[in-house]
């Protein structure tokens, strides 16, 4: 049995999220390049704390919509929030028992990962292209301690029983 | 198991897309009902930057803005001066390709566009604007602005389309530079302030500050459109080509609004 309060802010804080990365969108050239995917980062709040397979499906339908946003090849994000999102939901009674501090670097070494093996496959496979490393990472991670920190306190993860479940 | 088999699954769901997407145009009808259906959430999103302009508006003094507003007049009445020797200078033009037996050269309308959404990465420098199929856009119209070319469209829909710059990596375009006359072929290198322009001889007189324009060739561009300047050259003497540098013209960092003109369709050649 879904509790209103979370659905209630799955379903408030997921369209804030596509629409504020649809605005660093067009903020500017300079903005653009700094600012992180609010929505992958909600995502990944959620990840930790819904098990539930409708979650994938969400998931996958948002990485369409974002592909459109961002004039990609279909599959692209969806596979990717995919892979976070199962990564995450097998990771999550791990997650459970340690501290905010040790989730925090959890999600950050991952948004590491992500964006290195990014970076590698750019390198290897097209033509060498340099793609920065060190500004996504930062703003990622200053992204998900933003957004930890909102909504920590309303859906704490320290819980002993899924969210949703 | 549950999980490795919704891995798979969906693991499959999203090569297919990929492969279907990358290899086909099935999915364009697809991408452009999505990009309809999200155009009132983007232009939604666009109240910060409108909420910006306004406080910057408002905080300019009133006299400042009178003044802006007399200078604007001044500039006005000075491009519709130019604007008048244009159409003379255009009229002389036709005359002169009626005597020579020239094919007449269709002059393309332009619509103003604004930017709504811009991605900018090292793969792709694309923006989205607000006019489609509706009002005249075409796949391949060129995008240029006070200044010089920006780009061109590569997706349209009926109201907004997607369109490439010219400092996309996966951009490129056919130049000519003057007063050399050596053409070559201008490529992005994802950056906003450079472009590579490739396939140009050693030997080609070319020095840094020479202009970059659009020779025609392709058949997209239109031919004398200004792209860019000259920057560095380099030769090292053992290679076939020079290694040239160029910065657009386009105001591409600051763009909000730009021109949008159909393809050429008719070569400028008898």
């Avoid at chain 2, 309809?36 to 939604?44: A, D, G, Q, W």
Wanted: some cysteine; hydrophobic content about 50%; charged content about 15%.
């Amino acid at each position: 049995m879904r509790s209103g309060s979370e659905s209630f802010g799955l379903v408030i804080t997921i369209p804030l999220a596509f629409v504020a990365t649809i605005m660093s969108h067009n903020q500017g050239f300079a903005m653009t390049s700094l600012l992180p995917d609010w929505l992958s980062l909600v995502i990944i709040f959620w990840a930790m704390r819904i098990t539930g397979q409708w979650y994938l499906w969400l998931v996958f339908g948002l990485g369409l919509l974002q592909d459109t946003i961002n004039n990609e090849i279909y599959g692209y994000t969806s596979i990717l929030y995919v892979i976070i999102t199962l990564l995450l939901q097998n990771a999550r009674l791990r997650l459970l028992v340690v501290s905010p501090v040790t989730q925090m670097v959890f999600v950050f070494s991952m948004i590491f990962v992500f964006q290195g093996l990014e970076f590698l496959t750019f390198r290897l496979i097209r033509n060498g292209v340099n793609l920065p490393l060190v500004t996504p990472v930062l703003s990622a991670c200053a992204g998900w301690w933003l957004v930890d920190a909102l909504l920590r306190p309303v859906y704490p993860l320290a819980q002993k029983k899924d969210l949703f479940s | 198991m549950r999980r490795r088999f919704a891995f798979m699954f969906f693991l499959g769901l999203a090569g297919a897309l990929l492969l279907l997407d990358y290899n086909t145009q099935w999915l364009d009808p697809v991408r452009r009902y999505f990009s309809n259906l999200l155009l009132p959430t983007i232009h939604m999103s666009r109240w910060s930057v409108d909420m910006k302009d306004q406080a910057h508006l408002q905080s300019l003094p009133k006299e400042e803005l009178i003044q802006q507003l007399v200078r604007l007049e001044a500039r006005a009445a000075g491009r519709a001066f130019e604007l008048q020797r244009l159409n003379q200078l255009i009229a002389e033009n036709a005359r002169l390709r009626d005597v020579l037996e020239l094919r007449e050269v269709q002059q393309q309308p332009v619509v103003v566009a604004q930017v709504l959404l811009t991605r900018i990465q090292p793969l792709a420098h694309k923006i989205f604007i607000d006019k489609g199929l509706a009002d005249g856009v075409q796949e391949n119209s060129i995008l240029f602005d006070a200044k010089g070319v920006m780009g061109q469209v590569h997706e349209v829909s009926e109201h907004q389309s997607w369109a490439t710059l010219i400092t996309d990596p996966q951009h490129a375009m056919p130049v000519e530079l003057m007063p050399s006359g050596a053409r070559g072929v201008l490529a992005g290198v994802a950056s906003l302030t450079e472009l590579r322009l490739q396939y140009v001889p050693e030997t080609s007189p070319v020095v840094a500050g020479d202009q970059v324009m659009t020779s025609g060739f392709g058949g997209r561009f239109p031919v004398g459109y200004p792209v860019g300047v000259v920057t560095k050259v380099s030769t090292s003497g053992e290679q076939s080509f020079a290694d040239i540098q160029v910065t657009p013209l386009a105001a591409l960092s600051t763009m909000r609004f730009v021109l949008v003109m159909a393809p050429v369709s008719v070569a400028e050649t008898p």
